[in-house]
Nanobody, 115 residues
Framework: QVQLVESGGGLVQAGGSLRLSCASS????????MGWYRQTPGKQRELVAI???????NYADSVKGRFTVSRDNAKKTVFLQMNSLKPEDTAVYYC?????????WGQGTQVTVSS
């Protein structure tokens, strides 16, 4: 059974930084894509950033230049470094992984940016 466990969320002032981590466990071979989505009440879950096993990345326009996604393939872990945070970045952040053509999600971690 695949599990994704996030950590690193919290409360931060605007302009501050946070680093999210997501560790995967279970019977896992190689993970094609890992990354992060976020969701606010009443809105659809949206892409934040993803990274492939080869290192290619894709970012939402709203976070380009501020957020950096990275992964440790050996440890099957993905990270999200968030700098210059804005109040509009407030959301529940979900870890995502595509494993053997199936999508998996973490339980979510709250990020709150105060103005």
């Amino acid at each position: 059974q695949v599990q994704l466990v996030e950590s690193g969320g919290g409360l931060v002032q605007a302009g501050g930084s946070l680093r999210l981590s997501c560790a995967s466990s279970g019977s896992i071979g190689s993970i094609k894509t890992m990354g992060w989505y976020r969701q606010t009440p009443g809105k659809q879950r949206e892409l934040v950033a993803i990274v492939t096993s080869g290192g290619s990345t894709n970012y939402a326009d709203s976070v380009k230049g501020r957020f950096t996604v990275s992964r440790d393939n050996a440890k099957k872990t993905v990270f999200l470094q968030m700098n210059s945070l804005k109040p509009e970045d407030t959301a529940v952040y979900y870890c995502y992984a595509n494993i053997r053509y199936s999508d998996y999600w973490g339980q979510g971690t709250q990020v709150t940016v105060s103005s």
